[in-house]
């Protein structure tokens, strides 16, 4: 037996039948028991049950505070099979990260004789833990046209029944016990590449639904099997405890990419590219040019703007990524100094699958063509620049894009990269990495949607780890989009720009803009606050929204006390904003700034409903004291709220607000409004 320790828990490799491994939080007097994966190889189930096992290479401290482990072990039914244990264990927090690695000396191949996947990743008793529940992050809400978090109690009867849930992740409690289990991947609910399958006994297991290999897949020397990664851990505590935790975890620990991290303000163009589109009757390109642009970027740095993106049209075409020197006759020269004088960074647009018909990357890449049923697709016409055609991302082309965005980052100063319309399915190619013409094309249809998003993890860590400094957003403004726990170990997302369609409830419209929440005012703020249910478990900051500048001030102040719950998000039309309006936004963020950082490190504390009178947001740090509580109401009336945590004493608020400190050094709070709005309080502010 081997073991590891560290600050928050104990892991202890065994390597049996019923127990590959197992882990203990620190205080727990059990560990809880991980049973071990099974494959079909050649036709034969066979399950990872081990003997001779040993470190596979030295401990490996990384830059997010955790350290890798391995460890390897031969079959002890089949020893030309090995199986490598790979471990990322926090210093300081009780999430540990794990894969597998599946080997073989000699060629074989991974097999279906049911023709499904026959793949277990691991199994779990939940009989000592009463309370079960499902947690989601993949649920699609048509009603604010976003993503959504989504807890589903898991009941005896669903155990006794042999029901599945799709997760990722898995909650079980007792009275001051509550672990997790989870897995990255991601998909829309209900379509499920993994699932954990429910068992009479209380006992679940976590395994392969569809596309997480295809039959015949090559296994032998040079060809192992690399599972994607998977997550335990636990807390001597409730449902919250856990939840802080786990929130940490992923702030800190599931990503080496660390910058992705901090809490930046965001400024995106393409809201007013569709404004000038629909309401003046322009193309969507048309201000997509030097003057435009630099005169905003005065505009953003007096609201506060960190990151200035430039959306799509400032290039000439797709797959080779050159500055549109038509638009920009300098190369985006003027607008780097100017950013850069400012202490901005610069961010561009993306259609990581794109490649114009005369570009040389399609030129180097016809192989790479995505294709269905032996039919390439497109070219089609991509934001008014150069018909493209969309390349696969599960082949050799993968290294090419991460190559041309390394290059960008070097000659053009790019640091922030918004990527676009990536859907999860869409190639079913032979001649790419996600089965051969032995598969079924069914089956590499699945398993190019099961890769896809672990190819764009490849592409951002290779940018990464070439330029630190780089951030990538993943747009899931649409659904069927790769969304789960998968992406967070890579980028954050881009969560809503301009919301619902006038389809999503409905509603018919003429050739009008379809978008509904693109006005000032408080209904927008609605819907992009819905959304914060996430930030019970994974970080606000990680899921950028956008919000509106404009004027009134009334409007103003919703939105910028709805983005600083970490959403961190502007677009619009900055040169039509009022002066007050531009000095307004200034003083309210560069207050925020002296803050940020504590309300990104706060777990959420919430009252009332969205759009409820009053629906109040807190984000304090309790090892500081500071950050901000935020108030709405849809209502004239005046309100009372006492924080939960204890407050830095340095307080600032906005009009119609009184704040007192209680007994408990705890912030008593009277809010006033005399009609629809907002009300901010900044606790550790000068």
């Known amino acids: 037996m ?68 391995a460890f390897e072990g031969t079959f002890a039914k089949d020893p030309s099979l090995s199986l490598e244990i790979i471990f990322r264990v926090p210093d300081d927090n009780p999430i540990v990260r794990f894969c597998y690695v599946l080997k073989s000396k000699e060629p074989r191949r991974l097999t279906k004789t049911s023709g499904r996947d026959a793949m277990s990743y691991l199994g779990l008793s939940f009989k000592s833990l009463p309370s079960v529940k499902e947690v989601r992050f993949s649920e699609f809400n048509e009603m604010v046209h976003s993503f959504t978090l989504s807890e589903r109690p898991v009941e005896d009867s669903h155990f006794d029944d042999g029901l599945a849930v799709m997760g990722p992740m898995i909650v079980a409690a007792r009275k001051g016990f509550t672990m997790l289990a989870a897995y990255e991947h991601g998909s829309q609910v209900p379509d499920a590449f993994v699932e954990f399958r429910l068992a009479p006994g209380r006992a679940a297991s976590l395994a392969a639904v569809k596309g997480n290999y295809y039959s015949g897949q090559a296994l032998g020397p040079g060809s192992p099997c690399e599972t994607i990664w998977l997550q335990l851990g636990a807390v001597l505590g409730d449902d919250s405890a856990l939840a802080c935790a786990y929130r940490q975890f992923v702030l800190r620990h599931i990503t080496l990419n660390a910058e992705s991290r901090k809490p930046y303000i965001f400024y995106n163009t393409w809201a007013y590219q569709e404004r000038n589109k629909w309401w003046n009757n322009k193309k969507y390109l048309d201000s997509m040019h030097q003057e435009r642009i630099l005169a905003e970027i005065d505009a953003a740095h007096r ?67 995505v294709s269905w049923d032996g039919r390439k697709a497109g070219p089609g016409e991509i934001w008014e620049t150069e018909q493209s055609y969309n390349l696969c991302l599960v082949s050799r082309y993968w290294e090419a894009f991460a190559d041309e965005l390394i290059r960008l980052v070097r000659e053009v100063g790019v640091t922030y990269f918004k990527w676009d319309a990536i859907g999860q399915y869409g190639c079913n190619d032979p001649g790419h990495w996600h089965g051969d013409a032995s598969a079924t094309a069914s089956e590499r249809a699945n398993n190019y949607a099961f ?3 672990r190819y ?55 050739n009008v803009w379809s978008n509904i929440f693109v006005y000032p005012g408080a209904a927008r703020g609605w819907i992009c606050r819905t959304p914060l249910d996430f930030d019970k478990w994974i ?86 004291g500071r950050g901000a509580v935020c108030i709405f109401s849809s209502a004239a009336g005046r309100y009372t709220y006492v924080t939960a945590n204890g407050i830095d004493s340095r307080i600032w608020h906005t009009d119609g607000i009184r704040v007192e400190t209680d007994k408990r050094g705890r912030a008593k709070i009277e809010a006033t409004f005399d009609g629809p709005g907002a009300g901010i309080v900044y606790f550790g502010v000068s």
């Open 451 to 453: 890769n896809l998003g």
């Open 539 to 624: 970080p606000s900051v990680l899921f950028l929204t956008h919000y509106l500048p404009d004027d009134p001030a009334r409007s103003q102040v919703i939105n910028i006390a709805s983005l600083i719950l970490g959403q961190n998000g502007i677009w619009g039309d900055p040169l039509s904003v009022s002066p007050e309006g531009i000095e307004r936004f200034g003083r309210l963020l560069g207050l925020y700034k002296q803050v940020r950082d504590d309300i990104t490190q706060s777990y959420p504390v919430r009252c009332g409903s969205v759009a409820g009178s009053p629906e109040v947001h807190e984000k304090i740090n309790p090892a500081t």
């Open 303 to 369: 609201m506060g703007i960190d990151v200035f993106v430039l959306d799509t049209g400032w290039y000439e075409k797709t797959g080779d990524w050159r500055v549109n020197t038509a638009r920009f006759p300098d190369s985006l020269q003027a607008v780097r100094e100017k950013l850069s004088g400012y202490g901005m960074k610069l961010g561009l647009w993306f259609n990581p699958l794109a490649a114009a018909v005369s570009s040389k990357m399609l030129k180097d890449h016809e192989d790479c063509i």
């Open 2 to 69: 081997h073991e590891i320790k560290s600050k928050a828990l104990t892991i202890q490799v065994i390597g049996s039948a019923r127990c590959l491994w197992s882990y203990r939080v620190r205080g727990a007097a059990k560990h809880i028991e991980v049973a071990p994966p099974s494959f079909e190889v050649d036709g034969h189930a066979i399950t990872a049950a081990l003997r001779k096992i040993a470190p596979s290479r030295d401990p490996q401290p990384l830059a997010n505070g955790t350290t890798e482990f």
């Open 456 to 510: 764009m993890s490849r592409v951002v860590d290779k940018l990464c780890a070439a330029c630190p400094e780089a951030i990538v957003d993943f747009d899931i403004t649409e659904g069927h989009r790769y969304v789960g726990l998968g992406w967070l170990a890579a980028g954050k997302y881009f969560l809503i720009n301009n919301g619902p369609y006038y389809g999503n409830y409905n509603i018919p419209i003429g």
